[in-house]
């Protein structure tokens, strides 16, 4: 079944150029940021979305806006955490400017039914990995994720994800 919301953010093909351009710079420079300098990931000063702490959707029934924006902004502030471990101020600057043009895309991807569990199981994971430094599965899960956007840029179906086992920090 096709996705309902790229329609919305790829109104043109140099806008999903643009778009999935944005998506591998970002993969490979967090890819960089993690070989450089996973071993000082830390979430200080992060705090995760409610429902990726309590693992449950029960306080966002009537708020789909709230968890929205607490699941999109984490996201957000995890890629930007991710990208300061390169140590590389000019390049930060060009991952913020990524970060900020892809945020429809982040929201619309969350928002569809047949994704938004997904992205939440891949922010715990992600984060998981990075906490306990496992640079190898931090990197799959980026690469995952990078082909799920890709995919639904181009109109593919998402692919099925390798099942993780995922454990709460």
């Known amino acids: 079944m096709p996705l309902s919301f790229p329609s919305s953010v790829c109104r043109s093909i140099e806008q999903s150029r643009r778009l999935q351009n944005g998506f591998e710079i970002e993969y490979a420079f967090q890819r960089f940021a993690i070989e450089k300098s996973i071993a000082e990931f830390t979430l200080f000063g992060l705090c995760p979305p409610t429902v990726v702490r309590d693992w449950g959707f029960e306080l966002f029934n009537n708020d789909v ?69 496992m640079r190898e599965q931090a990197s799959s899960i980026l690469g995952e994720r990078l082909q799920r956007r890709c995919d639904i840029i181009n109109g593919c179906p998402p692919r099925a994800r390798k099942a993780r086992l995922h454990i709460v920090v």
């Open 65 to 133: 806006a709230a968890l929205v924006s607490e699941v999109t902004t984490f996201q957000e502030r995890l890629d930007e955490r991710i990208g300061s471990l390169s140590g590389n101020h000019d390049l930060m600057r060009y991952h913020w400017e990524v970060i900020e043009q892809t945020r429809d895309f982040r929201i619309g991807e969350f928002l569809e039914p047949a994704l938004g569990y997904q992205v939440i199981e891949e922010t715990v994971n992600l984060m998981n990995s990075l906490m306990t430094g």
